[in-house]
């Protein structure tokens, strides 16, 4: 394959196994590599269960090495897009779906959350204990309060802590926006700001950036809409080559590789 000068990651399924962010065999060591190579990387996650900086800490400590600058998550900017919301003056509370460590981040950036129809924004995250009562109350928030529904992301399963491939967040988003008639405003990737963000500061063309991720759909699709180029690895959720077939061929990604330590560095 040709040689990248600059690589987009995805973290989940890509340099990392699962959710107890066991790396891929050999990633630490080919990632740490890059830098020497002269090769420029930044990973972006959909991460929606830790806060970002615990999941910082989480990755340097598995050994990959990157600055803070270098990574991005789905989290920082739903924060930003909440405290925009202009109907609102800025969104003071959120019924959040999502796990302790998303409440807490909120909570510690001036969002409270609370589990209640009054509130200015509802957020999608990956939520093990959602029920039909607490979407109920997110239809409440939306239809009766006017509360802005925003989705972490629309990936629908990963694996999770026990190996197991599980449902994600955005079937969850797809049935709030179904009951409301609304759309969800989309924080992480595939979203397009997402990507121009996280790409910000790099001068070079956007084919000269390879987007790496274990989804070849929502992932892929995405970057190649906005011209980079796009490499699927087979160490996620998503290990059937045959599933191409089901992306227009426009999309195909460029590359399919059994490990992102196969990208040369
Ligand atoms: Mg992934």
Redesign the pocket.
């Known amino acids: 394959m040709q040689k990248h000068s600059h690589l987009l990651l995805?973290?989940?399924?890509?340099i990392v196994l699962d959710k107890r962010y066991t790396p891929v065999p050999g990633s630490v060591r080919w990632f740490n590599s890059l830098a020497k190579k002269g090769v420029k990387a930044r990973l972006v996650?959909?991460n929606t269960t830790e806060s970002p900086d615990h999941l910082y800490d989480i990755l340097r400590k598995r050994g990959f090495k990157f600055a803070r600058d270098d990574f991005f998550t789905c989290l920082t900017v739903a924060l930003a897009r909440m405290k925009r919301n202009p109907a609102k003056g800025g969104a003071k509370s959120c019924l959040v779906f999502g796990k302790q460590a998303v409440k807490k981040y909120l909570r510690q950036n001036g969002i409270k959350p609370m589990d209640s129809k009054n509130v200015d924004a509802v957020l999608i995250g990956h939520d093990p204990t959602v029920t039909y009562k607490k979407l109920n109350t997110a239809v409440g928030a939306i239809i009766e309060n006017g509360a802005k529904l925003y989705t972490l992301h629309r990936?629908r399963r990963?694996v999770d802590e026990n190996r197991e491939i599980v449902m994600s967040s955005g079937p969850i988003a797809k049935a709030l926006e179904n009951a409301c008639l609304v759309r969800a405003s989309l924080c992480g990737k595939p979203d397009r700001r997402f990507y121009l963000s996280s790409i910000k500061g790099w001068d070079v063309e956007r084919s000269e950036i390879l987007m790496v991720?274990?989804?070849p759909f929502a992932?892929l699709i995405g970057a190649k809409k906005i011209g980079m180029k796009t490499c699927w690895v087979l160490t996620?959720?998503q290990k059937d080559r045959n599933v191409v077939k089901k992306i227009a061929k426009k999309y195909h990604p460029d590359y399919i590789l059994d490990s992102v330590t196969d990208i040369p560095g």
């Open positions: 995805d973290i989940e399924g890509t996650t959909n990936n990963f991720s274990d989804d992932d996620g959720s």
